[in-house]
């Protein structure tokens, strides 16, 4: 880690990134409070409320990157930002350096779906935005079913192959939920590799106060070539679900240049 350079920028930097976390609250709020339990008035029907919860969250998020930007906290940055907004049907992988992930990749996919934890559920602002999504505590084949419904209807289900974000040192463990739906489903995994800088302050274990001690936080993503479970047609399911993890893995992991579990 570099030196700080500038400590009265960097000081300011910490207190923009604390004053978005903020906005995240509060709209986090409006939404889970007022705005989907509203919804859920017109849209009685659990698949149109997710489908148009999801539109509106993804809107929100969308509002909150700019606003960040903005702000001097964060540069998004991407080969093709309309490519995202047309992604169906399909698993997207990504590694996960920082607590923003989830919320850029939000931002830039109106259908995303993903699997949520569903602690969350106990919190009553959580618990009406995670209805938009699966929850962890499903048992295997409800899980499945769910996600396979999702990807049916035409969403892009968004998992993290590690399961957590990514720790700064240390071997990366690639779990093979991504792989698993995939060979299930029949649907392809498309990789994203989020790159950019370090993510000082927002990775697993970060101090609160911390920041990327010299420049914003810079998201680079890169959509990599998509992975068709079909590769690996005749194989026993165990076999291809390991076959297709290990893909995975160099394709998105390897170039990090640590060791892989």
């Not at 047309?86 to 350096?97: D, S, V």
């Not at 970060?206 to 890169?222: K, S």
Request: charged share 20%.
């Amino acid at each position: 880690m570099q030196p700080i350079k500038n400590h009265v920028l960097y000081v300011w930097r910490v207190f923009v990134k604390w004053f978005s976390f903020f906005i995240f609250g509060l709209g986090a709020v409006s939404l889970g409070l007022v705005i989907l339990p509203a919804m859920r008035l017109f849209l009685r029907e659990q698949t149109r409320f997710q489908k148009y919860g999801r539109i509106v969250l993804s809107c929100s998020f969308r509002v909150l990157s700019s606003v960040m930007a903005v702000l001097g906290v964060i540069v998004i940055k991407t080969d093709d930002r309309a490519a995202f907004r047309h992604i169906e049907g399909k698993i997207l992988a990504a590694n996960h350096p920082s607590l923003l992930d989830v919320v850029i990749l939000i931002s830039l996919i109106p259908n995303a779906d993903c699997i949520v934890n569903a602690a969350l559920l106990h919190n009553i602002v959580s618990a009406v935005i995670t209805r938009l999504y699966i929850p962890n505590s499903l048992d295997h084949e409800t899980l499945l079913s769910r996600c396979a419904e999702s990807l049916a209807q035409g969403n892009c289900l968004i998992i993290f192959p590690e399961g957590t974000r990514t720790r700064r040192s240390g071997p990366i463990k690639v779990m093979k939920g991504a792989a698993r739906v995939s060979v299930l489903t029949g649907r392809p995994v498309l990789p994203v590799l989020i790159g950019g800088n370090d993510k000082w302050g927002l990775g697993k274990k970060d101090p609160w106060w911390a920041y990327n001690h010299t420049e914003r936080y810079r998201y680079e993503l890169r959509v990599l070539p998509e992975i068709a479970p079909q590769r690996y047609a005749g194989l026993p399911v165990p076999a291809a679900v390991k076959r297709l993890n290990d893909d995975i893995k160099k394709t998105l992991f390897a170039p990090m240049g640590r060791e892989l579990l």
